[in-house]
């Protein structure tokens, strides 16, 4: 069975700053997705961010991107020049690849706050 | 907006009830996916609709039962209530062509037994 760990419950970040989110998964799969999903108070999941684990280069959404490392079965999300909307419970996904759609597998959540 | 709506968006009801959660996919979406948020649990998935047919089952209680319609909307019922089925319940949906469709959630539907 596929696992997916957030290792941080609780993050801060200040205005227009950086911020990485972790994420680590176990699979014997090799053909997968990995999202970020953000889950602001109106409590909507929202897709952030999708990666195929075939792709070799990171995918990027704007001011979002990803840090995909196959081998260590890392992905961790880099939001840049972050801004008070970012403030939300922010879940990294899994999903295998077979012939028909999956189920999500989701980790813990980090939750973020972004400081004025 | 994602598309994907879920009615109602509260329910307060008793232990021992039963209600109905009902969702409508984003259209042209055949698959629809129902997951459970609990504080204690996360974000759990119970069951998966493709086009009218069952095609995967999670940790869905005997309890809880769902179906899809052949207008594709569907319904997740929930039986005899306990106190722990409390939860915020959502139903997402994809195209499901290829395997490689992402999901798109509704905005849930909070069930509060008391």
């Known amino acids: 069975a596929q696992t997916v760990t957030q290792s941080q419950p609780e993050m801060s970040v200040q205005e227009a700053e950086t911020v990485t989110l972790s994420c680590t998964y176990d699979?014997?799969?090799?053909?997968?997705?990995l999202f970020w999903y953000k889950q602001p108070p109106s409590r909507q999941m929202i897709l952030v961010i999708r990666q195929e684990a075939y792709k070799q280069q990171n995918a990027t959404e704007n001011r979002f991107s990803v840090n995909f490392q196959k081998a260590a079965k890392s992905f961790s999300l880099k939001i840049s020049d972050s801004q008070l909307g970012d403030t939300a419970m922010y879940f990294c996904a899994f999903m295998k690849q077979r012939g028909g759609s999956e189920k999500l597998v989701f980790g813990k959540g980090t939750k973020l706050t972004v400081n004025p | 907006d994602s598309g994907v709506t879920q009615t109602p968006k509260h329910l307060i009801t008793a232990t021992g009830q039963r209600v109905t959660l009902r969702c409508s996919p984003r259209s042209g979406d055949l698959s629809v996916y129902w997951y459970q948020q609990s504080l204690d649990q996360g974000l759990q998935f119970l069951i998966q609709y493709y086009n009218g047919e069952e095609r995967a089952k999670g940790n869905i209680l005997e309890r809880f039962s769902a179906q899809q319609f052949p207008d594709l909307h569907s319904e997740l019922n929930l039986s005899s209530l306990e106190l722990g089925d409390s939860a915020l319940y959502f139903c997402a949906s994809s195209v499901d062509s290829r395997g490689t469709d992402t999901q798109y959630f509704g905005p849930g539907t909070r069930l509060t037994v008391l």
């Open positions: 699979t014997s799969e090799n053909n997968y997705y």
